[in-house]
């Protein structure tokens, strides 16, 4: 088991989520959290957590004062679920997986996922896929998926999942990645691993450690193995869905 133990005498009672694949025991400060994580959470089978995350309001108090502006106005429940998404993120390398900042789609089961800095239109272009797709396609998570590498690429839903909440608890193999850009027309084109590598890196949870940074880094080189990768400018109108599904899902 990988966890921080720490005196918390304000906790809630511990939840155990199904996080990528892992069992998850987080101990909460605020009870709210267990609606926040609530698909996610797993019955009880009396397995051994993977990982236990045992919070503190100085962790939240932490979290609030390196968050940009200090997240003025946000209550502690919400910085808490930074807090959690933090310390778990800096333990996933361990376990073969990283968190990438992006929205992810399933299509007839096969995994795509968009990434760009936020504002860019990721979340806009994923619903212009299920729009396009509608029950073929499924939103596996709509800002924050975890990426795992063992035997092949998988995308993973989670918990944090956009200002809209959109997602699932599913895991689907990750077919490709798609670096979206502003155009004011539609084009898409295949790019190599090495083309996509700086925004690859900037989009991804850069862990604190060194030699989880190192591991995140190794991650996803093994994912580079078995994903292909895209760029598509886009003018956000919904004919840009066809565009980059026709060149995304082709085969060979």
């Given at each position: 088991m990988n966890g921080c133990d720490q005196e918390n005498p304000r906790a809630s009672s511990a939840l155990d989520c199904s996080v990528a694949g892992l069992l998850v025991r987080i101990t909460p400060v605020?009870?709210?959290?267990?609606?926040?994580?609530?698909?996610?959470?797993?019955?009880?089978?009396?397995?051994?957590?993977?990982?236990?995350?045992?919070?503190?309001?100085?962790?939240?108090?932490?979290?609030?004062?390196?968050?940009p502006g200090g997240q003025t106005g946000y209550s502690d429940r919400y910085i808490e679920t930074l807090a959690v998404c933090r310390r778990l993120s800096e333990i996933m390398p361990s376990f073969g997986?990283?968190?990438?900042?992006?929205?992810?789609?399933a299509v007839d089961g096969k995994g795509?996922?968009?990434?760009?800095?936020?504002?860019?239109g990721k979340s806009t272009h994923a619903r212009f896929w299920r729009e396009m797709l509608g029950d073929r396609a499924v939103m596996v998570n709509d800002d924050k998926p975890f990426i795992g590498t063992?035997?092949?690429?998988?995308?993973?839903?989670?918990?944090?999942?956009?200002?809209?909440?959109?997602?699932?608890?599913?895991?689907?193999?990750?077919?490709?990645?798609?670096?979206?850009?502003?155009?004011a027309e539609n084009s898409i084109e295949e790019i190599t691993a090495a083309e996509a590598l700086p925004t690859l890196v900037r989009q991804i949870y850069r862990p604190d450690s060194p030699a989880m940074l190192a591991a995140t880094l190794?991650?996803?080189?093994?994912?580079?193995?078995?994903?292909?990768?895209y760029r598509l400018g886009c003018n956000l109108d919904p004919g840009s869905a066809r565009v980059s599904y026709e060149m995304m899902t082709k085969e060979g």
């Open positions: 605020n009870e709210g959290f267990r609606d926040f994580c609530r698909d996610f959470i797993a019955g009880g089978d009396g397995r051994e957590p993977d990982i236990e995350i045992v919070m503190t309001q100085r962790d939240i108090d932490a979290e609030r004062l390196r968050s997986r990283f968190l990438m900042h992006g929205s992810a789609v795509y996922l968009f990434t760009a800095p936020s504002g860019t063992g035997g092949g690429a998988t995308v993973y839903g989670s918990p944090w999942r956009g200002k809209h909440r959109l997602g699932s608890n599913i895991a689907v193999p990750l077919k490709a990645v798609c670096v979206l850009g502003r155009a190794g991650l996803i080189d093994r994912m580079t193995e078995s994903v292909r990768f």
